[in-house]
């Protein structure tokens, strides 16, 4: 058995199906290349038959990456299979991920197939699928909920096909570890030929457990988990890289398996991650969570002062918090600005967003003193939108609270090249500005989520406004920072909208089928 656990991202697909969650073309690639820096082995960069979007998305980060396998996700159909292949073709790396549910429910009420169509689907979709690569993963969707027999079955079939990874995903957060991980040993001891194939689990959260359950699949032979930065993913998410990263990590003693994961790059990756989609990560968030190395605690400071060991089971700067601090300032040039983003895994589409970015740089150093590499990563994310049609665009915002308890916002805009300006009032400064840009540009959904959060701290730090919109079923999110929070809620809510009447194909649309 091998002892390399090999860890598989699929933040640019399964994480990329939390509502509101799209990602650009130029985000998609700035996140693919943080991954590739922190020498993920699979990049799972999206599912290319679901949209031109997601296609274009998959090519471009096929032609970017080197180091990392660049890997489609395809359903067992052969138009699936055909553009994953398409997509991937430029790619040093390359592998095709197909899946087919196998649990009697899904065989029955989603396929009505029998069985033994569901095993002649997959075997003629791993063939195919083989034509374009030789690195082929299968999948049988919802394998926490199917018989055993039958896995056995569809997975020796696949295996003999040519697929050389065999995926177990828990597609609806169903397992309990230890029937988990007994689960994967039987598998791995029944399948005639489980040596020509590498076994990995997928699995989701929804009771709390995809990390648990994963780990339980490694110790009993599993060599590779599917997972996401910060546990992105539908529903409550997918197994957390970092987590799973740093508890192999930690507990050597326990897991006979390493990965090759760079792991101070983990929060820079998660800081990234939730910039770009606007989900902020929670304080006590295991590793990756701004008080995850913080001791409050009288008898707990004490120990740390004394012997870190006490109390801490890894160090803060292994997993990528010593470097959070910026060193340059506002005399600081051009390319060194660049130099330093790029050791951040940030590379700029364009010239024209280099220098965006440069400028916003610049505005920051001359009113806040300190700067760290999550204000900097914010300011690309604002950057990325250079170059792109946007319908509508901040111009300024005022806001004051009146004597009677009310507010009153006056909101400027540029709205299909016309500067429109309106004044609005509310209950709370925020309400009154979100009215105003409400009824410049006729919105007439429902505001989901509004969240507020510091990037850094002290009182000039920046805040990160997270706003999710809905209309006609339709849901998007929107990010906005400034030092100002009035201002960064403007922002919020104006990214929202330019996301939700945007006429350009969807990214990636939600896919009732994925595993």
Same mark, same amino acid.
């Given at each position: 058995?091998?002892?390399?656990?090999?860890?598989?991202?699929?933040?640019?697909?399964?994480?990329?199906?939390?509502?509101?969650?799209?990602?650009?073309?130029?985000?998609?690639?700035?996140?693919?290349?943080?991954?590739?820096?922190?020498?993920?082995?699979?990049?799972?960069?999206?599912?290319?038959?679901?949209?031109?979007?997601?296609?274009?998305?998959?090519?471009?980060?096929?032609?970017?990456?080197?180091?990392?396998?660049?890997?489609?996700?395809?359903?067992?159909?052969?138009?699936?299979?055909?553009?994953?292949?398409?997509?991937?073709?430029?790619?040093?790396?390359?592998?095709?991920?197909?899946?087919?549910?196998?649990?009697?429910?899904?065989?029955?009420?989603?396929?009505?197939? *029998?069985?033994?169509?569901?095993?002649?689907?997959?075997?003629?979709?791993?063939?195919?699928?083989?034509?374009?690569?030789?690195?082929?993963?299968?999948?049988?969707?919802?394998?926490?909920?199917?018989?055993?027999?039958?896995?056995?079955?569809?997975?020796?079939?696949?295996?003999?096909?040519?697929?050389?990874?065999?995926?177990?995903?828990?597609?609806?957060?169903?397992?309990?570890?230890?029937?988990?991980?007994?689960?994967?040993?039987?598998?791995?001891?029944?399948?005639?030929?489980?040596?020509?194939?590498?076994?990995?689990?997928?699995?989701?959260?929804?009771?709390?457990?995809?990390?648990?359950?994963?780990?339980?699949?490694?110790?009993?032979?599993?060599?590779?988990?599917?997972?996401?930065?910060?546990?992105?993913?539908?529903?409550?998410?997918?197994?957390?890289?970092?987590?799973?990263?740093?508890?192999?990590?930690?507990?050597?003693?326990?897991?006979?398996?390493?990965?090759?994961?760079?792991?101070?790059?983990?929060?820079?990756?998660?800081?990234?991650? *939730?910039?770009?989609?606007?989900?902020?990560?929670?304080?006590?968030?295991?590793?990756?969570?701004?008080?995850?190395?913080?001791?409050?605690?009288?008898?707990?400071?004490?120990?740390?002062?004394?012997?870190?060991?006490?109390?801490?089971?890894?160090?803060?700067?292994?997993?990528?918090?010593?470097?959070?601090?910026?060193?340059?300032?506002?005399?600081?040039?051009?390319?060194?600005?660049? /130099?330093?983003?790029?050791?951040?895994?940030?590379?700029?589409?364009?010239?024209?967003?280099?220098?965006?970015?440069?400028?916003?740089?610049?505005?920051?150093?001359?009113?806040?003193?300190?700067?760290?590499?999550?204000?900097?990563?914010?300011?690309?994310?604002?950057?990325?939108?250079?170059?792109?049609?946007?319908?509508?665009?901040?111009?300024?915002?005022?806001?004051?609270?009146?004597?009677?308890?009310?507010?009153?916002?006056?909101?400027?805009?540029?709205? /299909?090249?016309?500067?429109?300006?309106?004044?609005?009032?509310?209950?709370?400064?925020? /309400?009154?500005?979100?009215?105003?840009?409400?009824?410049?540009?006729?919105?007439?959904?429902?505001?989901?989520?509004?969240?507020?959060?510091?990037?850094?701290?002290?009182? /000039?730090?920046?805040?990160?406004?997270?706003?999710?919109?809905?209309?006609?079923?339709?849901?998007?999110?929107?990010?906005?920072?400034?030092?100002?929070?009035?201002?960064?809620?403007?922002?919020?809510?104006?990214?929202?909208?330019?996301?939700?009447?945007?006429?350009?194909?969807?990214?990636?649309?939600?896919?009732?089928?994925?595993?």
């Amino acid at each position: 058995m091998s002892s390399q656990l090999k860890i598989f991202d699929t933040t640019l697909r399964d994480g990329e199906q939390s509502p509101g969650a799209s990602m650009t073309l130029e985000e998609k690639m700035q996140i693919a290349q943080l991954l590739e820096k922190m020498r993920v082995d699979i990049i799972e960069a999206g599912f290319p038959a679901a949209s031109p979007g997601d296609f274009e998305a998959v090519n471009a980060i096929a032609k970017r990456i080197k180091n990392s396998v660049v890997c489609g996700l395809a359903r067992a159909h052969p138009g699936d299979i055909e553009r994953a292949g398409e997509a991937l073709e430029p790619a040093e790396q390359s592998r095709i991920h197909t899946f087919i549910a196998t649990s009697p429910i899904h065989m029955k009420e989603k396929l009505r197939l *029998s069985p033994d169509e569901v095993v002649e689907r997959a075997v003629a979709a791993v063939k195919q699928a083989r034509s374009y690569t030789e690195n082929v993963e299968f999948s049988p969707e919802d394998a926490g909920r199917s018989e055993p027999d039958f896995l056995c079955r569809i997975l020796e079939a696949v295996i003999d096909a040519g697929a050389t990874t065999v995926n177990i995903p828990d597609t609806v957060g169903y397992a309990m570890p230890e029937i988990f991980g007994k689960l994967i040993g039987e598998l791995i001891e029944r399948v005639p030929n489980s040596d020509k194939a590498v076994f990995s689990v997928h699995c989701h959260n929804d009771l709390g457990l995809a990390v648990s359950n994963s780990l339980s699949a490694v110790m009993a032979g599993a060599r590779q988990v599917e997972c996401t930065i910060n546990g992105l993913g539908e529903r409550a998410g997918n197994a957390s890289l970092e987590e799973v990263v740093m508890a192999v990590k930690t507990r050597p003693d326990v897991f006979d398996c390493d990965t090759r994961i760079d792991t101070t790059q983990l929060v820079p990756a998660s800081r990234l991650i *939730s910039s770009v989609t606007g989900f902020p990560v929670q304080p006590n968030k295991a590793i990756v969570g701004i008080n995850a190395f913080a001791h409050e605690a009288g008898i707990h400071q004490d120990g740390v002062l004394k012997n870190r060991e006490t109390y801490e089971i890894m160090r803060a700067e292994d997993v990528g918090w010593s470097a959070n601090r910026m060193v340059l300032g506002k005399h600081s040039g051009r390319n060194a600005f660049a /130099d330093h983003l790029k050791s951040l895994g940030v590379e700029f589409a364009s010239e024209d967003q280099l220098n965006d970015a440069f400028m916003q740089f610049k505005i920051m150093a001359d009113k806040k003193h300190d700067i760290y590499d999550d204000d900097l990563l914010s300011i690309v994310s604002s950057a990325a939108t250079v170059g792109r049609s946007e319908k509508f665009k901040l111009i300024s915002v005022a806001a004051q609270v009146l004597p009677d308890d009310l507010s009153v916002a006056t909101v400027e805009i540029q709205m /299909d090249g016309q500067t429109k300006r309106l004044e609005s009032r509310g209950n709370g400064v925020v /309400d009154a500005v979100f009215q105003a840009i409400k009824n410049m540009v006729g919105f007439d959904g429902r505001l989901m989520l509004y969240s507020v959060n510091s990037i850094t701290t002290g009182t /000039d730090a920046q805040g990160e406004v997270g706003v999710r919109l809905e209309k006609e079923g339709r849901v998007v999110n929107g990010h906005g920072t400034d030092l100002d929070i009035v201002k960064a809620s403007a922002r919020a809510y104006i990214n929202a909208l330019n996301k939700l009447f945007s006429t350009e194909e969807k990214a990636h649309p939600q896919y009732s089928e994925a595993i």
